[in-house]
């Protein structure tokens, strides 16, 4: 496979995780160590996943999310983010992924109050009681 010119794609799992994947030249395993797997997430063209959490880290930095669930925590990485949920149905895949490379996924936004400062609120509120 060419790697030039060919999707690389990280798989990556806690320590706790039991799979067996099938593993081809171009898929990577890599042990989520949080630092590396950021730098990645960020420079990826998308994340497919079935984690809640990654959905708002992929929001945040504009990175279009695929999550294999039929329900999420965490809905505003759907109505404003960049997330999409396609459900638990393999078939789901190709026809996301067709979206995905032909240009046509959502941007997103960040949602309201995700700014960094939520600490200051917090403090804030606190100061006030």
Known sequence: ??????????????PSCLFSPLIFSFVYLLLCLFYPYYFLVER??????????????????????ITLRDNTERP?????????????DPAAVKP????????QWKKGTIPALWDGHTAERIVEILLEL
């Open 1 to 14: 496979m060419d790697d030039t010119k060919s999707p690389i794609f990280v798989f990556s799992y806690y």
């Open 96 to 103: 996301a992924l067709d979206l995905l490379f032909g240009g």
């Open 76 to 88: 505003e990485t759907c109505t404003v983010g960049t997330n999409e949920l396609i459900g638990t």
């Open 44 to 65: 990826a063209k998308a994340v497919v996943t079935d984690s809640g959490g990654i959905t708002e880290e992929t929001t945040v930095m504009g990175v279009p999310c």
